[in-house]
Every structure is written in C-alpha cells, then in structure tokens.
C-alpha cells in the first residue's frame, strides 16, 4: 500500500483518498446546516407537545410521565444538537487531519 501511495506522489497523480473523501465531505457539508435546522424545530416542536402533557396532566402519574419525557426529550436534543455542532465545528479539522495524513505517508 506504501509503495501505491509513493508511486502516486512520485508521478504527480491526485491522492485516490482525497478523490474519494472530497464528495462525502462535500455532502456532510451540505448536510450539516439543514440537518441542524432540522433538529431545532422539531426538538422545539415535540418539547412544545410534551409540555402541554405535562401541563394537561391531572394525575401524579400521568405528570410524572409526562416530566420524564420531556427531561429525556430535552437530553436527546441537546446531546443530538451538540454532536452537529461538534461535526460542523470539527469537519474542516478532520479532513485536514486526513489529507497530512495522506501526504506524509506518500511522501515516505
């Protein structure tokens, strides 16, 4: 495998991986900020209905119910919403990571 990669340095051809990485990072690119729209509307949406539950509930039982679905609701949201987040932030970094990583073992 080494000696494809310096075979590829040496003659001037584009690394195969970044051939093939570039249109799924391109994608994820794309992806990324609807994904994020996406995510806060309906999180919005669906901790909206659960507060209303929460709010109509007239049982112990049934408020608890309701307050455990939204606390969990609310997690899943946040934990969702920063792993975006951390993609979007992270992507460019990721991608750099990945072509020095190429470079240098072609180089070698």
């Known amino acids: 495998m080494n000696n494809a990669l310096m075979f590829l340095a040496a003659s001037g051809a584009e690394n195969p991986f970044e051939t093939m990485t570039n249109p799924i990072i391109d994608l994820l690119d794309m992806i990324?900020?609807?994904?994020?729209?996406?995510?806060?509307?309906?999180?919005?949406?669906?901790?909206?209905?659960?507060?209303?539950?929460?709010?109509?509930?007239e049982e112990p039982q049934d408020r608890e119910k309701a307050k455990h679905g939204l606390r969990n609701?609310?997690?899943?949201?946040?934990?969702?919403?920063?792993?975006?987040?951390?993609?979007?932030?992270?992507?460019?970094?990721?991608?750099?990571?990945?072509?020095?990583?190429?470079?240098?073992?072609?180089?070698?």
């Open 32 to 57: 990324l900020g609807p994904a994020l729209a996406i995510v806060g509307a309906l999180g919005a949406i669906f901790c909206i209905i659960l507060g209303v539950k929460f709010a109509k509930a």
């Open 73 to 108: 609701a609310i997690i899943g949201f946040v934990l969702i919403f920063v792993l975006l987040v951390g993609l979007k932030i992270g992507l460019p970094a990721m991608q750099e990571w990945a072509s020095s990583a190429t470079s240098s073992t072609a180089s070698n």
